[in-house]
């Protein structure tokens, strides 16, 4: 009786504090948090959560994947900072990657990828893999999937963007990274980095007179509804990319890395595939409120030339890459 007693009082005292044992070849599924900036709606968001969809399918009760949007784990600047410490385990970051490596502002040359096969092709060429991949291990991240961050043009609350001197005295907010920054300085633009969770108060109480980027991350974070001006420059394509920190990916089984590597990448073509769908579906739906106009795309490459050859002298290697890329067309 009195073992009968110790053990209901064991027991209610494991269960009180969480303590009972997992039963014998049981396992817990290891948790890995996946952090973006997006807004629910967004392509970083449908495709961070077809990716966790996939993965917790296939690896069920070994991993789960659960995605935070909206900036709930930080900024870029900050999961940018916290994936080196797996704190997230993972992070789909997009132009914030040239803090990491400058050579990532390849993607920030004005109208250097033509066209999503194209941006496909470049993820595919072992001498871009090299030059942009394979280094990241060293500094603590790996990359496992080339997404999509898409087609930026600009909005802003003075008046429609035609040719880069309309970009006179426009306070413009951008991402971080210091080559977006440049462009713009060179069009006759006043650009500000500012986190993308700042952005549509920025534009509402008028301390930004506009921003750039692509069609499904101005229609999920409301921009058309404090901006006036919508101008179709398409001056950048910006791919988002899928990194893990490398510490935690050495520890998990090589199965488990072989299948979320797979998966990882084959969600760079559903993201380019979805990114296209959305482009052709939002643009009505941002245009009204927004006006909508045309640049003169060749006026934006004629006033583009300066940042390229500032690219290539500051950047080891950035002359080589933009060729590569080129040569991709």
């Known amino acids: 009786m009195k073992l009968a007693k110790l053990s209901v009082i064991l027991s209610i005292t494991f269960l009180t504090l ?26 970083f968001d449908i495709m961070s959560n077809k990716f966790a969809k996939d993965v917790n399918e296939a690896l069920k009760g070994r991993v789960e994947v659960k995605v935070f949007h909206s900036s709930q784990l930080g900024t870029d600047e900050a999961m940018i900072k916290g994936i080196r410490v797996a704190a997230p385990e993972m992070h789909a970051p997009s132009t914030i990657m040239s ?71 426009i306070k413009l907010r951008v991402p971080g990274g210091v080559w977006r920054v440049k462009m713009f300085q060179a069009y006759g633009a006043n650009p500000s980095p500012m986190p993308f969770s700042e952005v549509y108060s920025a534009l509402q109480q008028g301390v930004m007179d506009g921003q750039e980027n692509p069609f499904p991350q101005i229609w999920s974070a409301k921009f058309h509804e404090v901006q006036k001006y919508l101008s179709l420059t398409g001056h950048v394509y910006t791919p988002a990319y899928l990194i ?27 993201a380019r595939s979805e990114g296209e769908r959305l482009d052709k579906e939002l643009i009505s739906k941002i245009a009204p409120p927004m006006r909508v106009n045309e640049p003169d795309k060749e006026a934006f490459i004629k006033a583009s030339g300066a940042v390229y050859e500032e690219f290539g002298k500051q950047v080891a290697g950035g002359a080589e890459l933009v060729k590569i890329i080129q040569s991709l067309r």
Request: positive net charge; hydrophobic residues 40%; aromatic residues 10%.
């Open 244 to 270: 893990v920190n490398e510490d935690f990916w050495r520890k998990l089984p090589k199965d488990v890395q072989a299948t979320i590597a797979k998966i990882a990448w084959a969600t760079g073509d559903f």
């Open 18 to 43: 969480g303590l009972w044992p997992v039963a014998a070849g049981a396992q817990q599924p290891v948790t890995i948090r996946l952090g973006h900036v997006g807004f629910p709606g967004s392509i």
């Open 99 to 169: 803090t990491v490596d400058q050579r990532y502002g390849v993607f920030e040359m004005p109208y250097l990828i033509v066209n999503r096969a194209h941006m496909k092709k470049v993820a595919e060429d072992k001498r871009v893999q090299k030059a942009l991949f394979d280094p990241l291990p060293a500094r603590g991240i790996r990359l496992l999937g080339v997404w999509e961050n898409g087609f930026r043009h600009i909005t802003n609350n003075r008046r429609p963007i035609k040719y880069p001197g309309d970009l006179n005295d």
